[in-house]
């Protein structure tokens, strides 16, 4: 079976703490529960979180979804937002995990990389630098969510055309994201295969669509 890797690079700098960081833990949990239920996401997904704040951290490297372990994701009191240095970590893992296709296998099908931030890059720098490269891996679809009024829409659609903006980091909120997400997933397993790119899902309330 072909895999479908899905990496989450994941905001945990001190402007998550407290109440937003619990509330992406249970968001998260949430969706990977979801995804548990679809047949068809539990035979091809695998699922990687990094997280980016003065560091970057592979919480969970790429692991398939029925033996997945969501361990509780935590962040500093404070500290910068590197998400240059965490795009730069997304490249590597990309370029090591996802198995090309050969004349003697079919590899992956292609990623999917979903960004979540509260802010906006204190590495702008090597941001801008990485972005291209993460254009060039061929992605099925890169999706940005800046969350709250802190963060960068601007900046993240020289990521990805596919940028959603969340009024805040709240637990509702981040619940409705990631059901979305996990929507979202569902349909890029569905379109694998077809050559088309992924469509995204239309977003609830909560999320609006950056154009």
Not at 78 to 106: F, H, M, R, W
């Amino acid at each position: 079976m072909r895999r479908l890797p899905v990496y989450f690079l994941l905001d945990t700098s001190g402007s998550m703490y407290g109440e937003p960081i619990q509330a992406l833990n249970n968001a998260l949990s949430g969706m990977v529960n979801t995804l548990r239920s679809d047949p068809q996401a539990l035979d091809s997904l695998w699922i990687s979180i990094v997280t980016f704040d003065r560091e970057v951290k592979e919480v969970v490297p790429l692991t398939e979804l029925v033996d997945f372990q969501l361990p509780e994701i935590t962040c500093p009191q404070s500290g910068p937002t590197n998400t240059g240095a965490g795009l730069e970590y997304i490249i590597q893992k990309v370029k090591s995990d996802v198995i090309k296709s050969s004349e003697t296998q079919k590899g992956d099908w292609k990623p999917l990389l979903f960004v979540f931030t509260d802010g906006k890059p204190s590495d702008i720098q090597l941001y801008r630098q990485k972005t291209p490269e993460i254009k060039a891996l061929n992605f099925g679809a890169v999706v940005g969510c800046a969350a709250g009024h802190m963060a960068n829409d601007d900046i993240l659609k020289e990521l990805t055309d596919d940028v959603v903006h969340l009024d805040s980091a709240d637990s509702q909120t981040l619940k409705s994201f990631f059901k979305w997400v996990s929507e979202t997933i569902e349909q890029g397993n569905k379109s694998q295969g077809t050559g088309e790119s992924i469509g995204l899902p239309p977003p609830p309330s909560e999320i609006t669509v950056v154009t």
